[in-house]
């Protein structure tokens, strides 16, 4: 089930080494898989807050930057993420599509405000790869 | 005709000075949209230089590289949001800050006090009041824990916040109060029909009431004890059953509905028939069904007659009606209708042409922009049919959390067939909507090829324009009399490049909400081509890719061709409200809704700017343009009820 939903998403091997590292992912139908996703969506939006907060101790030029990013994640945490979640366990997948788009605009968003010198670049690019993946598998619930 | 060969390097197409004072291409005569001799195209290389020398100010042009405008338009093929952030890298990151994000707010479109909301629900006229209920989150900026707003009007502009009609209060729809539609009784009572989503997330068909038909608000709804009166039928998926359209009569005298589902991929309509909507007869056969288009939403069957500019109730049929098929789909999140024949005996309808069916690409739609999960009624006070729709933001969802609300309705819009084509529908915004100008201007001007000139009417955030355009007979002339001038390449408005590129005869329109420098535009204009056929064929866009510098905001461009008949003049309609756009072809014949979120073309810096983008073509625009009122919605109070009229 994981390999066959992957195969249509943009990023294969992303895929399925997330849905294999949730023990949920064996028996969960395409739903269920999109909403691992999402959990890891909310995981890595914490982790980047997490990275946001440390750098404004040691990076005080990036402040304002690092401002607009601390709400942007905070929009995926407190808007996207219980979005998607909602729309997936009620069955309107098109409404975790925004939410899931979102998290992905979010952080680019995030990453542009730093004109080129953004210190959470690889963080930004995981974020774009797993918005694009679980978009994908949201998709295939339309 | 001269040969394509020998001309070849003269049909790729060409940027505008105008708008894009960072040209890369040193060579503007190798960069028409169209071939033509070689001396014409040089002279105008020429006349192009001296223009982009004398007229380009200072602005940034910020036009969307190609990559962006492939990107969107793949994206749109999926038949995605189109959230995404913009690759144009003169956009920046923006830090949305109250005083931007509070300009945004609408002044006379309906939106609620503040939070999420979706789809129009129970659109209807009673004892002197419009009512309009919609689906809404009180909770938050986006979608979720879903109730039935409520609001009352005198005139469908003027709206008063009622509480809330229905919230999830009951097993067949603790998880949401979704999208229905309400049915007049002979009796002059009223039913509503909703979909419930239950405690186990099944997609469930209700019955509501008024429960006080002498309260003329109707405050109190009932639901029926007996709910659910339909769950999913055999074959039809638990969450693929919902939004039940208005009831209309048989002849047999049965009230009959349509529901939206799929079937795989197969986008269809279940029809049941009822006399008391408590129980139902399902018909074996579909109302419709059309292969590859996916959840079909939103439903709404209606008929049009034929010859006649009224509005028609919903259970009339006659040789000189058609009916409409309108479905949204969840797959590309567009509504889109088809005109066809309703067999009332075998409960089936056939599309008058097969290639524009429901939900097909090439098909009609109430609106090329952004606009969906509509909904029609019949308002028996003033004898038309009424259509409301659902306008998303285009914007992030940070940006949404951080101003407070997200959505908007439509300005109510009536909906006639186009006895003169017979082919499509004609959308205008209701008649109220004008009792909201204020002072106006008239204007006529001449503009030439490559011009933009401002438009002295004070802050342009709140208008309506009204305008007419023809085309200087020479020009047309030589135009379609030259053979050397092979037809036009295929047009689309969101394919072939936007306003910045040029052709014979256009674009030619207005950009709205536009600042002084141009740093920020909408335009909204008519494209006329030459067909293979050698006739012209008039497209009608919207092009955002200019409106804002922020970047994390969808930037399309919108657009289809417009239907304009022997002798008829280039007609188009503008409604600018702050962050919504609504343009109107030809009298309604193709129309497009956008949201629009300019940082600098905002409060006393926005402006209006007629222009004239094509290389040939000199235009005569005749146009009027009002200041528009706010239509000041607001929570109802007791107050409210002596005053028989805001307007």
Not at chain 1, 30 to 45: C, E, M, Q, W, Y
Not at chain 2, 119 to 135: A, I, M, S
Not at chain 2, 155 to 162: S, T, V
Not at chain 2, 369 to 380: I, L, N, P, V
């Amino acid at each position: 089930m994981i390999d066959r939903t992957c195969k249509e998403t943009p990023d294969f091997n992303l895929c399925v080494s997330l849905l294999n590292s949730d023990p949920r992912g064996s028996s969960a139908d395409t739903s269920g898989l999109a909403l691992i996703l999402v959990d890891k969506i909310k995981v890595l939006a914490i982790k980047t807050l997490n990275e946001i907060n440390g750098l404004h101790k040691i990076r005080p030029e990036l402040k304002h930057a690092l401002g607009e990013c601390s709400r942007k994640y905070k929009t995926i945490l407190q808007a996207d993420v219980p979005e998607a979640i909602e729309a997936l366990t009620k069955g309107v997948p098109k409404f975790a599509e925004d939410g899931v788009i979102d998290a992905g605009v979010e952080a680019s968003a995030c990453e542009e405000g730093f004109k080129g010198k953004s210190p959470l670049t690889s963080l930004t690019k995981s974020m774009q790869k797993i918005s694009s993946v679980t978009r994908a598998i949201v998709r295939m619930l339309l | 005709m001269a040969s394509t060969e020998s001309l070849l390097p003269l049909t790729s197409q060409q940027q505008d000075p105008l708008f894009d004072s960072s040209r890369s291409d040193p060579n503007p005569e190798t960069h028409r949209r169209r071939p033509i001799k070689v001396h014409l195209a040089v002279y105008s290389g020429f006349l192009l230089i001296a223009l982009y020398v004398t007229l380009i100010v200072t602005h940034d042009g910020s036009r969307a590289k190609n990559g962006e405008t492939t990107t969107e338009s793949r994206a749109r093929l999926a038949g995605v949001s189109e959230k995404r952030v913009s690759d144009d890298q003169k956009s920046e990151a923006f830090p949305w800050n109250n005083t931007l994000l509070s300009w945004q707010r609408t002044a006379f479109h309906f939106q609620p006090e503040n939070n999420w909301m979706n789809d129009p629900n129970g659109p209807l006229f009673y004892k002197g009041w419009y009512h309009f209920f919609y689906q809404y989150n009180p909770n938050a900026a986006v979608w979720g824990d879903i109730v039935w707003g409520h609001a009352v009007s005198k005139d469908l502009i003027h709206w008063l916040y009622l509480p809330f009609a229905m919230v999830p209060d009951q097993w067949y729809d603790a998880n949401g109060v979704w999208t229905g539609s309400a049915t007049f009784l002979d009796d002059g009572s009223i039913v509503m029909l909703y979909t419930g989503s239950t405690d186990k997330f099944v997609q469930v068909q209700n019955l509501a009431y008024p429960e006080d038909l002498s309260d003329p608000l109707l405050l109190k709804w009932a639901k029926y004890s007996g709910n659910p009166v339909l769950v999913p039928p055999p074959g039809i998926g638990a969450k693929d059953f919902r939004d039940p359209t208005t009831a209309w009569k048989t002849s047999a005298g049965k009230w009959r509905i349509t529901i939206g589902s799929k079937v795989n991929k197969t986008g269809i309509s279940l029809v049941y028939d009822t006399t008391d909507f408590k129980t139902y007869e399902k018909h074996e056969t579909l109302l419709h069904q059309v292969p590859n288009t996916g959840m079909w939403e939103c439903v709404d069957f209606y008929p049009v007659s034929k010859t006649k500019t009224n509005g028609l109730d919903t259970s009339v049929n006659g040789p000189d009606v058609k009916h409409i098929i309108k479905a949204s789909m969840d797959d590309t999140r567009i509504d889109h209708y088809a005109i066809g024949t309703y067999d009332d005996s075998n409960a089936t309808w056939v599309p008058d042409n097969l290639a524009i069916d429901v939900g097909v690409s090439t098909g009609l739609r109430y609106d090329y922009g952004k606009f969906y999960a509509s909904k029609t009624f019949y308002d028996q006070h003033k004898k038309r049919r009424i259509l409301w729709g659902w306008i998303g933001e285009s914007d992030s969802e940070a940006a949404d959390v951080q101003k407070g609300w997200s959505s908007v309705q439509c300005i109510p819009r009536t909906i006639v067939m186009d006895t003169k084509t017979g082919k499509n529908l004609v959308l205008w915004p209701i008649k109220e909507i004008e009792s909201l100008r204020l002072s106006s201007k008239k204007f006529q001007m001449k503009v030439g090829p490559g011009t933009m000139v401002p438009v002295d009417v004070g802050p342009a955030a709140q208008l309506d324009i009204e305008a007419e355009f023809t085309i200087k007979k020479d020009d047309l002339q030589i135009i379609l009399g030259d053979d050397s001038m092979d037809a036009d390449k295929e047009f689309s408005c969101e394919n072939s490049g936007g306003s910045t590129v040029r052709g014979a005869l256009g674009p030619f329109g207005f950009s709205v909400l536009a600042d002084q420098s141009l740093s920020e535009q909408t335009p909204v204009y008519f494209y006329v081509t030459k067909g293979k056929d050698s006739k012209l064929k008039t497209f009608f866009c919207t092009d955002t890719s200019r409106s804002t510098k922020a970047n994390d905001v969808v930037k399309p461009i919108y657009g289809s061709f417009v239907p304009v008949l022997k002798g008829e003049k280039l007609t188009m309609r503008i409604i600018v409200d702050h962050s919504i756009v609504e343009a109107f072809g030809q009298g309604g014949r193709t129309c497009i809704t956008s949201r629009v979120y300019p940082t600098k073309a905002i409060y006393g810096a926005t402006k209006l700017f007629l222009f004239n983008n094509a290389i040939d073509a000199t235009v005569t625009a005749s146009f009027k343009v009002w200041q528009m009122n706010s239509a000041f919605i607001h929570a109802f109070s007791a107050d409210d009820l002596g005053v028989p009229s805001r307007t």
